[in-house]
């Protein structure tokens, strides 16, 4: 999985992820080669937010998964951990690049400069 966010739609990402940390403390990503769907539910169950991002919107887009599995590929991080790593990108960069380790356990986030 490789998605570089650039810097025009990286602050609506934030804002985004910021209002879902204030409703739940995790945050699931699935992602398929049509874009991403965002899913999540609040602690007490009571509320739901969903939203799709199209792969057009980001500037490179890339997830590849190993055959026969043709489900989506899942990630769930705490929404607060990942504001807090979204807080530290510099005003003046190009964007930030998001990828998985090769055991696919591990998300990387680079800034692009």
């Not at 990630?75 to 090769?102: R, Y």
Request: hydrophobic share 45%; aromatic share 8%; glycine share 6%.
């Amino acid at each position: 999985m490789r998605i570089a966010v650039q810097h025009s739609i990286l602050g609506p990402v934030k804002a985004f992820l910021t209002h879902i940390n204030t409703i739940s403390d995790h945050v699931t990503f699935y992602l398929n080669d049509e874009g991403i769907y965002v899913q999540g539910l609040d602690g007490g169950n009571c509320a739901m937010f969903d939203a799709t991002w199209a792969k057009g919107w980001f500037e490179q887009y890339t997830v590849t998964r190993t055959p026969p599995v043709n489900d989506p590929a899942l990630i769930t991080v705490e929404a607060k951990q990942l504001c807090s790593v979204l807080a530290c990108v510099p005003p003046e960069s190009v964007g930030i690049l998001l990828e998985l380790d090769a055991q696919k356990t591990r998300l990387i986030i680079s800034v692009m400069v």
